[in-house]
T-cell receptor, first 112, second 111 residues
Framework: DAGVTQSPTHLIKTRGQQVTLRCSPK?????VSWYQQALGQGPQFIFQ???????QRGNFPDRFSGHQFPNYSSELNVNALLLGDSALYLC???????????FGPGTRLTVT | AQRVTQPEKLLSVFKGAPVELKCNYS??????LFWYVQYSRQRLQLLLR??SRESIKGFTADLNKGETSFHLKKPFAQEEDSAMYYC?????????????FGKGTKLSVKP
């Protein structure tokens, strides 16, 4: 089991563009959470998906949206990119009732 | 809003010295607290959680409800302990999601 995988590893976008990040959860996990980690900060919760629905959402604008597929993989979409969206985006998977989350390696997004 | 505070951005100790990484949380009921670690060029991983009361890699952490603290301790630091350490608490519902993280403390263990 490769654990949680994310793609791409790095991404450079221009202000105003749109981006899609992908995540495959650890085998057997049904819940995916997304976090944004700005430089020098701890991860900040964006949203969580379970059974293809958004269950919880953090304080992020509607420009951030997501999706979960029947195979539990997930996408994070960000529209109208701002310079401030530059960060490491982490995906974490878990079982719904479990406290323990397994993190992926992250996608480094740079907005120029 | 619930908060997790790690007052030290950087902690530098010599090999064999005791280490304590501080974590304080805002009070709200019975918190579920965790320490996550990120070694250089590796992913964030769970180090320990207070509910299991176990010792991982020689690290322990005790929940002190009176002081709302969950400090991470190790009696004798090793060079391989050098990493970023994040304290986190589980949050039930609300807009802050499942895990609220502190800003992290970088531990540097010198030979």
């Amino acid at each position: 089991d490769a654990g949680v995988t994310q793609s791409p590893t790095h991404l450079i976008k221009t202000r105003g563009q749109q981006v899609t990040l992908r995540c495959s959860p650890k085998s057997g996990h049904d819940t995916v959470s997304w976090y944004q980690q700005a430089l020098g900060q701890g991860p900040q919760f964006i949203f969580q998906y379970y059974e293809e629905e958004e269950r919880q959402r953090g304080n992020f604008p509607d420009r951030f949206s997501g999706h979960q597929f029947p195979n539990y993989s997930s996408e994070l979409n960000v529209n109208a990119l701002l310079l401030g969206d530059s960060a490491l985006y982490l995906c974490a998977s878990s079982l719904l009732r479990s406290y323990e989350q397994y993190f992926g390696p992250g996608t480094r997004l740079t907005v120029t | 809003a619930q908060r997790v505070t790690q007052p030290e951005k950087l902690l530098s100790v010599f090999k064999g010295a005791p280490v304590e990484l501080k974590c304080n949380y805002s009070y709200s009921g019975s918190p579920e607290l965790f320490w996550y670690v990120q070694y250089s060029r590796q992913r964030l991983q769970l180090l320990l959680r207070h509910i299991s009361r176990e010792s991982i890699k020689g690290f322990t952490a005790d929940l002190n409800k009176g002081e709302t603290s969950f400090h991470l301790k190790k009696p004798f630091a090793q060079e391989e302990d050098s990493a970023m350490y994040y304290c986190a608490r589980h949050c039930y519902g609300g807009s802050q999601g499942n895990l609220i993280f502190g800003k992290g403390t970088k531990l540097s263990v010198k030979p």
